[in-house]
């Protein structure tokens, strides 16, 4: 069965992968019309930031709030889709993310997809939080579990995941 699938992107944490992702994003989008919606999401309107996604079709949304649980919070609320995908900052979407999602079998609440396990390791040391990974989560969990804590900002998604994992959700790890 195929799910209607938001995914979210907060501009503020993928700034450096967001050129690389929008021309894919696009590719998608056109692809599969009605099934995904692309949210780029920023605290503030940035020219630069706007003429980009304009350039690849799709919409800036400015969600003024301070840290990327809430801006994720309040963008899940005006969306439609059963699925929420949330790109990791550091990996970005992984490749054929959305060809794997519709071939698995209908027993997940959650996925998390993983980059191949020696890819990125040594540069994780660089980052502040650990890695989480893209998560893909059923809109019935994150609601259950209130959504991101607003008060987190880059670590609003592995808070998110430690929740699921504590409520007993089937996750799923997807690497590569």
């Known amino acids: ?18 050129p690389r ?15 995904l919606d692309i949210h780029v999401v920023s605290e503030s309107n940035q020219p ?13 949304e400015v969600v003024p709030e301070p840290t990327a649980g809430a801006r994720g919070n309040r963008v ?13 900052p550091q990996y970005g979407l992984p490749p054929q993310w959305l ?21 990125w390791r040594p540069l994780q040391r660089f980052w502040r939080t650990p890695v989480t990974g893209t ?7 994150f609601e259950r579990l209130g959504g991101f804590d607003p008060t987190l900002d880059s670590e609003a998604p ?4 430690a929740r699921l ?3 007993h959700a089937r996750i799923q790890t997807l690497s590569g």
């Open 1 to 18: 069965m195929m799910h209607r699938t938001c995914i979210i992107i907060d501009a503020c944490l993928m700034a450096t992968w967001l």
């Open 21 to 35: 992702q929008l021309p894919g994003l696009r590719h998608l989008h056109r692809q599969h019309v009605g099934q």
């Open 48 to 60: 630069r930031l706007r003429a980009l996604s304009r350039r690849f079709g799709l919409a800036l």
């Open 76 to 88: 899940v609320q005006s969306t439609q889709g059963d699925l929420l995908l949330f790109p990791s």
């Open 99 to 119: 060809a794997r999602l519709a071939t698995l079998p209908d027993d997940w609440d959650a996925l998390l997809f993983t980059p191949p396990a020696d890819a």
């Open 135 to 141: 998560l893909c989560v059923r809109r019935d969990w």
């Open 158 to 161: 592995q808070d998110l995941l």
């Open 165 to 167: 994992r504590a409520c």
